[in-house]
């Protein structure tokens, strides 16, 4: 079997792959305010759903996964899926609603639905109309 094998292509992938290593979370993610609730959407591929563990502890909010290596012993020709546990971890504001934090996994994403407290909504103060009538004050 006839390969091409170019040393500097070689060199510029492996550059790359340390340069956006380092700079590339493990586990990337979107953060947006849906209504009265804030959705977060974690990619996390190949995952097994059973190794997805997510705690909040004082307003620290931790996600932790375990991809298992592919096992055998097989001659690898490209590696760049990686193995082994991702974590993030995000410290999350005041007026949530911590205890009714709900997740759910399908198709590589974890969805984290985290409700507003009550107590944060916005809410309309209605303002009373002072008596118009004058007050006498007696000494």
Same mark, same amino acid.
Request: hydrophobic share 35%; proline share 7%; charged share 25%.
């Given at each position: 079997?006839a390969? =091409?094998?170019d ?12 340069a ?11 953060l ?5 609730? =804030?959705?977060l ?8 759903p059973?190794?997805i563990?997510?705690?909040?502890e ?6 932790? /996964?375990e *991809?298992?290596? *592919?096992?055998g ?17 995000l410290?999350?504001g005041?007026?949530?609603?911590l ?5 759910? =996994? /399908? ?6 639905t ?8 916005p ?15 007696? /000494?």
């Amino acid at each position: 079997m006839a390969t =091409y094998w170019d040393p500097f292509q070689e060199m510029d992938r492996l550059f790359g792959s340390l340069a956006t290593s380092r700079n590339a979370p493990g586990m990337p993610m979107d953060l947006f305010r849906e209504g009265d609730h =804030y959705v977060l959407a974690a990619d996390l591929p190949g995952i097994d759903p059973g190794s997805i563990d997510v705690s909040c502890e004082d307003r620290t909010l931790t996600i932790r /996964a375990e *991809r298992t290596p *592919r096992s055998g012993e097989d001659q690898w020709l490209l590696r760049e899926r990686p193995s082994g546990t991702v974590a993030r971890q995000l410290t999350l504001g005041r007026g949530l609603a911590l205890d009714r934090i709900s997740a759910s =996994y /399908a198709e590589g994403v974890l969805i984290l639905t985290i409700p507003v407290a009550e107590d944060a909504k916005p809410r309309k103060i209605e303002v009373a109309r002072a008596s118009s009538e004058p007050t006498t004050i007696e /000494a």
